[in-house]
Protein backbone atom coordinates (compact mmCIF):
# COMPACT_ATOMS: atom_id res chain seq x y z
CA UNK A 1 0.00 0.00 0.00
CA UNK A 2 1.62 3.32 -0.66
CA UNK A 3 -0.44 4.81 1.91
CA UNK A 4 0.00 3.34 5.72
CA UNK A 5 -1.60 4.64 9.05
CA UNK A 6 1.52 5.77 11.69
CA UNK A 7 0.95 7.40 15.27
CA UNK A 8 -2.21 5.94 15.96
CA UNK A 9 -4.29 6.77 18.92
CA UNK A 10 -5.54 4.29 20.98
CA UNK A 11 -8.61 4.12 23.06
CA UNK A 12 -10.04 1.27 25.53
CA UNK A 13 -13.10 0.18 26.32
CA UNK A 14 -14.55 -2.76 27.68
CA UNK A 15 -16.90 -3.85 30.53
CA UNK A 16 -15.56 -3.64 33.94
CA UNK A 17 -16.56 -7.19 34.58
CA UNK A 18 -18.67 -10.29 32.88
CA UNK A 19 -21.24 -10.30 35.70
CA UNK A 20 -22.74 -8.27 38.28
CA UNK A 21 -22.87 -5.20 37.28
CA UNK A 22 -26.25 -3.36 37.95
CA UNK A 23 -25.73 -4.48 41.33
CA UNK A 24 -22.35 -2.95 41.82
CA UNK A 25 -23.22 0.13 40.08
CA UNK A 26 -26.12 0.60 42.33
CA UNK A 27 -23.66 0.10 45.16
CA UNK A 28 -21.72 2.89 43.67
CA UNK A 29 -24.85 4.96 42.50
CA UNK A 30 -25.48 5.45 46.55
CA UNK A 31 -22.24 6.00 47.88
CA UNK A 32 -21.37 8.22 44.97
CA UNK A 33 -25.25 10.73 46.12
CA UNK A 34 -24.39 10.13 50.03
CA UNK A 35 -21.05 11.45 49.13
CA UNK A 36 -22.43 14.47 47.32
CA UNK A 37 -24.66 15.00 50.46
CA UNK A 38 -22.26 14.86 52.75
CA UNK A 39 -19.11 17.00 50.51
CA UNK A 40 -19.87 20.39 51.64
CA UNK A 41 -16.38 21.75 50.48
CA UNK A 42 -17.10 19.80 46.72
CA UNK A 43 -20.20 21.39 46.39
CA UNK A 44 -18.74 24.49 47.10
CA UNK A 45 -16.46 24.20 44.39
CA UNK A 46 -18.46 22.40 41.77
CA UNK A 47 -21.02 25.61 42.27
CA UNK A 48 -18.42 27.96 40.59
CA UNK A 49 -16.57 25.40 38.46
CA UNK A 50 -18.69 22.62 37.28
CA UNK A 51 -22.10 24.80 36.85
CA UNK A 52 -25.37 22.77 37.91
CA UNK A 53 -23.18 19.55 38.27
CA UNK A 54 -21.21 17.46 41.47
CA UNK A 55 -18.01 16.39 41.28
CA UNK A 56 -15.66 15.76 44.08
CA UNK A 57 -12.56 16.64 42.03
CA UNK A 58 -11.11 19.44 43.96
CA UNK A 59 -12.50 17.97 47.58
CA UNK A 60 -11.85 14.32 47.69
CA UNK A 61 -9.89 12.78 44.89
CA UNK A 62 -8.76 9.40 46.59
CA UNK A 63 -12.08 7.85 47.39
CA UNK A 64 -9.60 4.56 46.41
CA UNK A 65 -7.96 5.01 49.85
CA UNK A 66 -11.23 6.16 52.16
CA UNK A 67 -14.12 3.73 50.72
CA UNK A 68 -13.70 -0.38 50.68
CA UNK A 69 -16.39 0.07 47.61
CA UNK A 70 -13.78 2.33 45.82
CA UNK A 71 -10.90 0.10 47.05
CA UNK A 72 -12.60 -3.21 44.92
CA UNK A 73 -13.25 -0.91 42.04
CA UNK A 74 -9.44 0.07 42.07
CA UNK A 75 -8.24 -3.76 41.73
CA UNK A 76 -10.94 -4.20 39.29
CA UNK A 77 -9.82 -1.07 36.71
CA UNK A 78 -5.92 -2.03 37.35
CA UNK A 79 -6.69 -5.30 35.55
CA UNK A 80 -7.95 -3.00 32.51
CA UNK A 81 -5.08 -0.40 33.02
CA UNK A 82 -2.43 -2.98 32.95
CA UNK A 83 -4.31 -3.95 29.72
CA UNK A 84 -4.60 -1.08 28.09
CA UNK A 85 -0.91 -0.19 28.88
CA UNK A 86 0.27 -3.27 27.20
CA UNK A 87 -1.97 -2.65 24.12
CA UNK A 88 0.24 0.77 24.02
CA UNK A 89 3.13 -1.43 24.04
CA UNK A 90 4.89 1.32 27.28
CA UNK A 91 7.77 0.08 28.72
CA UNK A 92 7.21 0.05 32.46
CA UNK A 93 10.95 -0.20 33.40
CA UNK A 94 10.38 -2.43 36.00
CA UNK A 95 7.45 -0.02 37.35
CA UNK A 96 4.09 -0.46 38.43
CA UNK A 97 0.74 0.73 37.07
CA UNK A 98 -0.88 2.45 40.09
CA UNK A 99 -4.12 4.37 40.62
CA UNK A 100 -3.37 8.04 41.76
CA UNK A 101 -6.85 9.94 42.29
CA UNK A 102 -10.33 8.81 41.77
CA UNK A 103 -12.94 10.86 41.80
CA UNK A 104 -16.72 11.31 41.32
CA UNK A 105 -19.12 13.09 38.63
CA UNK A 106 -22.49 13.57 38.78
CA UNK A 107 -24.60 15.69 36.21
CA UNK A 108 -27.92 16.64 35.92
CA UNK A 109 -29.93 18.07 33.08
CA UNK A 110 -27.95 20.65 31.69
CA UNK A 111 -24.39 19.95 33.68
CA UNK A 112 -21.56 19.83 30.87
CA UNK A 113 -17.49 19.40 31.31
CA UNK A 114 -15.72 21.27 29.06
CA UNK A 115 -12.39 20.23 26.52
CA UNK A 116 -10.05 19.37 28.89
CA UNK A 117 -6.72 17.03 29.68
CA UNK A 118 -5.21 14.95 32.38
CA UNK A 119 -1.73 16.33 33.36
CA UNK A 120 0.46 14.30 35.75
CA UNK A 121 -0.50 11.16 34.91
CA UNK A 122 0.10 9.18 31.71
CA UNK A 123 -3.44 6.98 31.55
CA UNK A 124 -6.79 8.25 32.55
CA UNK A 125 -10.47 6.74 32.42
CA UNK A 126 -14.05 6.64 33.65
CA UNK A 127 -16.05 4.48 34.87
CA UNK A 128 -20.11 4.54 33.90
CA UNK A 129 -22.13 4.19 36.77
CA UNK A 130 -25.53 5.21 35.76
CA UNK A 131 -26.54 6.28 31.70
CA UNK A 132 -30.11 7.32 31.22
CA UNK A 133 -31.07 6.87 28.12
CA UNK A 134 -30.19 10.03 26.25
CA UNK A 135 -27.26 11.10 28.31
CA UNK A 136 -23.93 12.66 26.51
CA UNK A 137 -21.10 10.62 25.59
CA UNK A 138 -17.09 11.14 26.06
CA UNK A 139 -16.15 12.85 23.38
CA UNK A 140 -12.52 12.99 22.15
CA UNK A 141 -10.56 15.50 20.07
CA UNK A 142 -8.30 14.44 17.22
CA UNK A 143 -4.46 15.69 19.04
CA UNK A 144 -3.47 17.11 15.87
CA UNK A 145 -6.21 19.47 15.41
CA UNK A 146 -4.32 22.65 16.39
CA UNK A 147 -1.66 21.65 13.67
CA UNK A 148 -4.27 21.60 10.33
CA UNK A 149 -3.75 25.07 9.66
CA UNK A 150 -5.10 25.28 5.72
CA UNK A 151 -6.27 21.57 5.49
CA UNK A 152 -9.82 21.66 3.95
CA UNK A 153 -12.49 20.12 6.53
CA UNK A 154 -12.98 16.37 6.06
CA UNK A 155 -15.93 15.11 3.92
CA UNK A 156 -19.17 14.15 5.90
CA UNK A 157 -18.83 10.38 5.02
CA UNK A 158 -15.38 10.38 6.34
CA UNK A 159 -14.32 7.06 7.75
CA UNK A 160 -14.50 7.41 11.88
CA UNK A 161 -10.50 7.34 12.45
CA UNK A 162 -10.59 10.42 9.96
CA UNK A 163 -13.38 12.47 11.56
CA UNK A 164 -11.87 16.06 14.05
CA UNK A 165 -13.99 14.07 16.69
CA UNK A 166 -15.25 10.64 18.09
CA UNK A 167 -17.98 10.23 20.91
CA UNK A 168 -17.88 6.93 22.99
CA UNK A 169 -21.41 6.80 24.22
CA UNK A 170 -21.91 6.58 28.28
CA UNK A 171 -22.64 2.80 28.63
CA UNK A 172 -23.12 1.63 32.38
CA UNK A 173 -20.42 -0.97 33.66
CA UNK A 174 -18.02 0.16 30.61
CA UNK A 175 -14.55 1.11 31.15
CA UNK A 176 -13.13 3.55 28.95
CA UNK A 177 -9.47 4.08 29.26
CA UNK A 178 -7.28 6.92 27.36
CA UNK A 179 -4.06 8.48 27.41
CA UNK A 180 -3.95 11.54 29.73
CA UNK A 181 -2.52 14.08 26.97
CA UNK A 182 -5.80 13.41 24.98
CA UNK A 183 -8.38 16.18 25.23
CA UNK A 184 -11.98 15.18 25.69
CA UNK A 185 -15.08 16.70 27.08
CA UNK A 186 -19.13 15.75 27.87
CA UNK A 187 -21.65 18.03 26.35
CA UNK A 188 -24.25 19.19 28.46
CA UNK A 189 -26.82 16.73 29.85
CA UNK A 190 -30.13 17.08 27.87
CA UNK A 191 -32.24 14.34 30.04
CA UNK A 192 -33.92 15.20 33.60
CA UNK A 193 -31.85 12.06 35.18
CA UNK A 194 -28.82 12.51 36.77
CA UNK A 195 -25.64 11.10 34.68
CA UNK A 196 -23.02 9.24 37.13
CA UNK A 197 -19.41 8.37 36.45
CA UNK A 198 -16.46 8.11 38.45
CA UNK A 199 -13.31 9.32 36.60
CA UNK A 200 -9.43 8.68 37.54
CA UNK A 201 -5.63 9.00 36.83
CA UNK A 202 -2.92 5.90 36.78
CA UNK A 203 0.65 6.46 36.98
CA UNK A 204 3.66 4.57 36.97
CA UNK A 205 6.39 4.10 39.89
Same mark, same amino acid.
Given at each position: MPVR????????????QKSGLERLNAELARECRDLRDYDAAGRRWSAKNYPGGYTSYASMNELHRFSSTFAALEKKL??????YAAALELDLRGRTVRLTDCWVNIMPTHAAHSLHLHPLSFISGTYYVATPAGCP????EDPRL???? !?? /?????DARPAHRSHVTYPAV???VVLFESWLR???P !?? /?VAAERISISFNFNWT
Open positions: AWFPTLLYCEPLLRHARAGLKFSKFM !AA /PPRRPAGNHEV !AN /P
